[in-house]
C-alpha cells in the first residue's frame, strides 16, 4: 500500500478522475475498515469514508510531497473518523449494526470451525474495542491490526512516542481485562 | 530492571518488535527466572478474527458524483453561478415553467376574489379588502372601474 506515484497524484489534484480512482483503490481499504472500527458502524464508515476521500481530493493540491502520502492520507482518515465518532456519540447512543455483522459473517475462512472461532474473536474484539477510549483505540487499531510501527503512529496522530506506547499499553492492560472477564463468565 | 518495567515492555515494545536484540535478551532472561512476568506474558494474548471489509461500491460511486458535482462549480462568484444555471434552467424549461408561472397566477387572482367579496350593506355598497374603498360621504365607490363591475 502506498505505492502511488508523484505523477497519478499530480494527475489527480488537477482533477483527473481516473487518477483519483487509483488513490482511492490504494487506500479504500484502510479508510473503510479504521472508519469501521472506530465508528462500530458499517453506514457511519461509507460516510466517513467519503468525506475522507472528499477531503483528500480538495487538499491534493496543497500536499507538498515532503511527507509520506500513505501517512498523510492515514492522518486525515483517522481525524475524520474521530471527529464523526464524536460528532455522532453526542446525537445518539449506539445502536446494533446488522449490516455489520452480517457483512463480517460473509467473509469466507479455510473452514466451518475455523469460521465460527474467527467469528466469535471478531465480535469479542468488536466488543471490547467499543468499551476502550477513542483514543486508545485508534493507537490500537494503527499498531495491531494496521501493523503500522510507532513512528509510523506519530506521524499520523502528531503525538509523542511515548504517548502512543502509553495508549498502547493502556488499550492492552483493558483488553485483557476484558477478555479474561468475559471468559470468567463463560 | 524490576517487573513493573519489564511488564511495560512486555506489553509495549517487547510485542511490537520495537526493542533491540540486547534488550530483549535481557527480557527473556528476566522472564525465565520470574514466574510473575511469565504469567503476564502469558496473558497477552494476540489478536485473531480480525479481517479487513472492502467498501461496497457505492461509496466510490458516491465519491465520483460529487467529485463530478464539484467540478462543475465555478472556482469564484456563486451568485454569478446561481444566475447562470436559472438561466439555462429557464432555457430549457421554459414552457413548463411559463405554464406554471400562468396556473399559480390564475389561482392568486382566483383566491383574491374570493376573498374581496363584495358585501351589501343598508342602503349602500360595502367593500372589503384589496384596497377597495367606499366614499361613504358621497356613497361613491372609488374609480370609474370598480363601480362598474360593483
Same mark, same amino acid.
Given at each position: 500500500?502506498?505505492? =502511488? ?24 481499504? #484502510?479508510?473503510?475498515? =479504521?472508519?469501521? &472500527? ?43 473518523? =474521530? ?6 456519540? &453526542? ?6 449494526? #446488522? *449490516? ?5 459473517? &460473509? ?8 469460521? =465460527? ?12 474495542? &467499543?468499551?476502550?477510549?477513542? *483514543? ?7 499498531? *495491531? ?9 506519530? @506521524? ?11 495508549? %498502547?499499553?493502556?488499550?492492552? *492492560?483493558?483488553?485483557?481485562? @476484558? ?6 463468565? %463463560? | ?10 506489553? /509495549? ?25 511469565? !504469567? ?27 467529485? /463530478? ?32 408561472? /400562468?396556473?399559480? /397566477? ?10 374581496? !367579496?363584495?358585501?351589501?350593506?343598508? +342602503? ?17 365607490? +372609488? ?8
Amino acid at each position: 500500500m502506498g505505492e =502511488i506515484s508523484s505523477e497519478i497524484l499530480t494527475r489527480a489534484s488537477n482533477g483527473d478522475i481516473k487518477s483519483f480512482e487509483q488513490v482511492y483503490h490504494e487506500f479504500s481499504d #484502510f479508510v473503510y475498515n =479504521i472508519s469501521i &472500527k472506530i465508528t462500530s458502524n458499517s453506514h457511519d464508515a461509507e460516510e466517513v469514508t467519503q468525506d475522507t476521500f472528499m477531503k483528500i481530493y480538495r487538499k491534493l493540491k496543497t500536499f507538498g510531497f515532503c511527507s509520506s502520502f500513505k501517512t498523510w492520507v492515514y492522518g486525515i482518515a483517522v481525524n475524520t473518523a =474521530i471527529n464523526y465518532q464524536r460528532s455522532s456519540i &453526542k446525537k445518539e447512543s449506539q445502536q446494533v449494526d #446488522f *449490516e455489520t455483522i452480517a457483512l463480517t459473517l &460473509k467473509c469466507n475462512t479455510a473452514t466451518a470451525e475455523d469460521n =465460527i472461532i474467527e467469528q466469535e474473536d471478531s465480535a469479542q474484539l468488536d466488543s471490547l474495542l &467499543k468499551e476502550l477510549k477513542p *483514543e486508545h483505540r485508534v493507537c490500537l487499531i494503527l499498531r *495491531e491490526i494496521e501493523g503500522l510501527s510507532y513512528s509510523e503512529i506519530v @506521524g499520523i496522530l502528531f503525538i509523542p512516542v511515548n504517548t502512543v506506547r502509553s495508549r %498502547l499499553k493502556r488499550a492492552r *492492560e483493558a483488553l485483557m481485562a @476484558g477478555r479474561e472477564a468475559i471468559n470468567n463468565e %463463560l | 530492571m524490576n517487573c513493573k518495567k519489564i511488564q511495560e515492555l512486555l506489553i /509495549t515494545d517487547y510485542l511490537d518488535g520495537e526493542l533491540d536484540q540486547v534488550l530483549c535478551n535481557r527480557i527473556q532472561q528476566h522472564i525465565s527466572g520470574c514466574i510473575h512476568c511469565r !504469567q503476564f506474558e502469558e496473558r497477552i494474548v494476540p489478536f485473531h478474527g480480525i479481517r479487513h471489509i472492502e467498501p461496497p461500491t457505492r461509496v466510490w460511486e458516491n465519491i465520483c458524483e460529487k467529485i /463530478t458535482t464539484e467540478q462543475m462549480l465555478p472556482q469564484g462568484n456563486w451568485f454569478e453561478y446561481l444566475l447562470e444555471r436559472l438561466r439555462e434552467f429557464l432555457l430549457i424549461h421554459r414552457q413548463p415553467v411559463f405554464a406554471t408561472v /400562468t396556473v399559480f /397566477t390564475i389561482m392568486v387572482i382566483a383566491l383574491m376574489s374570493i376573498q374581496g !367579496q363584495i358585501k351589501t350593506d343598508t +342602503g349602500g355598497i360595502v367593500v372589503e379588502d384589496f384596497g377597495l374603498w367606499i366614499d361613504e360621504e358621497n356613497g361613491a365607490i +372609488g374609480t370609474a372601474i370598480e363601480e362598474y363591475f360593483l
